[in-house]
């Protein structure tokens, strides 16, 4: 038995993916540094505790064996969608959304956690399908889909709703499901979309006002929405090849970029870092994308490879979001960059979607072992 827990120990260390850990302690003091220039030491000091938190979430992670999470996952799945209708007695509403929980030292945002719980069972629902070639194999995991989106879009929360969509799509385009099929699904939201624009109520008027800014800025240039876009884009082009340095950012310390410590951090890292330093930082999250679909690629599980495949995606979607706000590549929708944003319930969880990612690579090649005295 004792052979046995060593030989266990002895995988566990070499089959932990350390990389991944480093390269998200990286980011996560770059985003301290850069939260620290645009805000307060004291915000920067609580992302390094947040990041300490996910460090701990992600070797707790990598410990368990992630083939117990598809029997916890119809638990895991109820308890989310429970958290994130009891947002709308309980929680606290903080810029225009009603997605927080407050617990007096600490806010929460359920929404966060669910990304990965919805990773987890998506992964569940087709890793155990024979067939997902028929578009009716689709319904049952879009209904799955569907419910935790329309509640975080009620909040309302566009931007992690959103998210939420390319989720199932990646995991179903890796379990094999038609691509015509996946059009078909496409075609269907974007049909509600519309609709959803033409019936009254069913979107604010700040969200419209993001949408009609981002598609014609010219119609309305004195809206918020407009304004911080073309705030974000000056910053981004003010800093250049070489930056002004950190701290030294005209357009951030004069407070002209919105949500400049979360939303919008890339452009301030654009305007004091520039060109030539900010370059490699995006290689990094390309870095990891690629490590990550290099694990998903080496595990031959059909749950752990779907579940790399759904955090993977959670990453390259938020991660390309981000930036592409900043750039006016895409309407604002108020999305963190994972690790560098303040944030603790995105920078935790995104550090427990990794360690899921590790527990997979842990785990990939070890046999459950018993602990009777035969075992």
Known sequence: MRLARAAAGRVFMEGMPWHL?????????????????????????????????GCIVFMALAFLDYRHLSNAAPLLYAAGLGSLAALFVLG??????RS??????????????MKYVLAIVLADYFGTRRRVDRLRDLLPPLVLAGAPTLLIMAQPDLGTALVMVPVFLGVAF?????????VIVVAAGCVLLVAAWFTPGLLKDYQRSR?????????????????????????????GLTGQGWGQGVLTHLGRIPEQYADFIFPVIAEEWGFMRTAPLVCLYLLIAVLLARAARATWDPF????????????????????????RLAPIT???????????????????????????????????????PGG
Do not use: C
Not at 92 to 97: C, D, F, G, L, M
Not at 304 to 319: A, D, K, N, Y
């Open 304 to 327: 752990g490879r779907l579940l790399i495949g759904g955090v993977l995606t959670i990453f390259v979607v938020q991660s390309l979001l981000h930036i592409a706000i900043s750039l």
């Open 100 to 113: 927080w929980f407050d617990l007096g030292f600490v806010s929460v945002q359920p929404a966060e956690p």
């Open 334 to 372: 108020g999305l963190t960059l994972p690790f560098v944003s303040y944030g603790g319930s995105s920078l935790v969880s995104t550090f427990a979607g990794f360690g899921l990612v590790a527990s997979v690579r842990v785990h990939r090649s070890v046999e459950f072992v018993s602990d009777s």
């Open 92 to 97: 606290v509403t903080v810029n225009y959304a």
């Open 174 to 182: 890796l379990a094999g499901a038609p691509v015509r099929n996946l």
């Open 211 to 239: 949408l009609l800014s981002f598609v014609d800025p010219a119609r309305n240039p004195d809206s918020p929405a407009a304004y911080n876009a073309e705030q974000a884009t000056m910053a981004v082009s003010a800093g």
């Open 21 to 53: 850990l480093l390269l998200a302690v990286l980011l996560s003091g770059i985003g301290a540094a850069f939260i620290r220039s645009s805000h307060s030491a004291l915000f920067a000091q609580k992302h390094l505790v947040f990041a300490g938190a």
